[in-house]
């Protein structure tokens, strides 16, 4: 089926050129999901300098990660809804200008209170760019064919990204220090806005209105629920601090839940959420990130803890496998043609379940780097085949001229997934992660984690595969 851009919401100006528009908007879109990519695999490369220079631990080191994914999740969908109101290019630049500065204020900051908060600034930028990246590319590809050629490039992008990131990092921190990760955001960033100025306006005309109270009880639950279990093995799980987060967590999902369902303008039409087409992506990204992704804080640790590794060394280590990644996700875009896109984001799942359950068999507290080597090749492929596929599926979930709600939907799943899967999967290993324990000790817990993350992939692919199914016969 064709797919038709609503001309309408675009604003007047000079009589446009499609291909330069298209070539502009898919490069600025890639050039910035490559940025927040970059600054994703950067950052765990880094973590254990970051824990010698600020001298924290496994909690600190979590809120590092979680501290930026929060509210990038919690924020996402009315970054979306204000892009599609007031314009896609004039937020996104306001979300790149953000997140440069932040990216700035990271690399100066003093101690991990002054981190941690640059971190959650920079969230909130990345949340305005997550959501307006696809927007951008699908604004300017009315048809399928020419979809699945920029979601190619697209998903290309997100795996060299990838591939490179660990090594730019180890580089970096070996070479200058941990604070050069985030300078590095500053240049990229000041070139995408430079880049962005030529991107033509666009908006949708039915544009949603914001939903403050859905908003806040989506932050306040995110957070107590991550607060809970990044502290559940350190404090208790039967103290009185996590019992209450958890119990306040509950009581704001609930709240969301009443406040979606009543209000005149949510977040996400709770409706929305009874269709099998929408429905599919967002349980499939959530699968992939609070399993595969969330799991390279604590495989990172690995690397660098136990067998020793350097900067420079792990980047290196995560080298066969990245590249793998880049290479299969360039190839999806040709298969989208031919297999149905669930179809390949079930099977990426399913193979990082394999991958996952791999790492258990194959890492123990006395082995070397190539240990990884196996269980990583294969959920490299499994990570190829999924992102570009899992973009199409967002994409197509809602008309074009809903775009940024689409996008802005399926990275709220994505960052909630990274958020509660590297808070979920540190409840496994012990409270000190690989600072001052039994090598050994972690190395187990790893096991129970990795495991734990395979069986979230394996019930995500199969409830997604599913939900696809049922889409494809309604059609």
Not at 323 to 346: E, Y
Request: hydrophobic share 55%; aromatic share 8%.
């Amino acid at each position: 089926m064709t797919l038709t851009t609503d001309t309408s919401a675009t604003t007047a100006g000079p009589a446009p050129d499609p291909a330069s528009d298209r070539t502009v908007s898919i490069a600025v879109a890639c050039v910035a999901t490559v940025m927040l990519m970059l600054d994703i695999s950067v950052v765990n490369t880094a973590l254990n300098d970051i824990a010698d220079g600020l001298e924290v631990g496994l909690s600190g080191l979590q809120w590092v990660i979680d501290a930026y994914t929060l509210p990038l999740a919690a924020v996402v969908l009315s970054a979306g809804a204000i892009a599609d109101r007031f314009g896609r290019k004039r937020v996104f630049v306001g979300g790149m200008g953000l997140f440069t500065v932040a990216s700035g204020a990271c690399a100066v900051a003093p101690g991990i209170g002054a981190l941690v908060g640059a971190r959650a600034v920079q969230g909130v930028g990345a949340a305005v760019l997550f959501a307006t990246a696809l927007a951008l590319i699908s604004e300017v590809t009315p048809t399928a064919a020419e979809r699945a050629k920029a979601l190619g490039v697209y998903g290309a992008c997100i795996g060299a990204a990838f591939a490179v990131g660990p090594f730019v990092g180890g580089v970096l921190t070996d070479g200058v220090g941990w604070r050069a990760i985030f300078w590095i955001n500053v240049p990229i960033g000041l070139v995408t806005l430079a880049l962005a100025r030529r991107i033509r306006e666009s908006r949708d005309p039915r544009a949603r209105r914001l939903d403050v109270p859905g908003q806040t009880a989506l932050v306040i639950g995110l957070f107590l629920l991550v607060f809970a279990l990044l502290r559940g093995n350190e404090l208790g799980w039967g103290s009185a601090p996590v019992a209450g987060c958890l119990a306040g967590a509950a009581a704001a999902g609930i709240a969301l839940v009443v406040i979606e369902r009543r209000s005149a303008a949510p977040m996400v039409p709770p409706a929305y959420f009874r269709r099998p087409g929408f429905a599919a992506p967002q349980v499939l990204v959530f699968g992939i990130s609070a399993s595969f992704f969330a799991g390279f804080l604590y495989l990172t640790l690995f690397l660098q803890n136990v067998v020793g590794l350097s900067p420079l060394q792990t980047g290196l280590a995560y080298l066969p496998g990245t590249a793998l990644m880049f290479v299969v996700s360039g190839l999806t875009a040709g298969l989208m043609t031919r297999i149905a896109p669930g179809t390949l984001a079930v099977v990426g799942l399913l193979l990082i379940a394999v991958g996952l359950s791999t790492f258990a068999l194959t890492i123990h507290a006395d082995s070397g780097w190539t240990s990884i080597l196996p269980g990583f090749l294969v959920a490299s492929v499994g990570t190829g085949l999924f992102n570009p596929a899992g973009s199409a599926l967002a994409l197509a979930a809602l008309p074009p001229e809903q775009s940024g709600l689409a996008a802005g939907a399926n990275d709220t799943f994505r960052q909630t997934g990274l958020a509660l899967g590297v808070a979920w999967l540190g409840t496994f290993v012990p409270a000190s992660g690989p600072f001052g324990t039994d090598p050994g000790a972690f190395v187990d817990g790893l096991h129970h984690a990795v495991l734990a993350a395979a069986v979230l992939a394996v019930v995500a692919a199969l409830v997604g595969g599913v939900l696809q199914r049922q889409a494809l016969r309604a059609t």
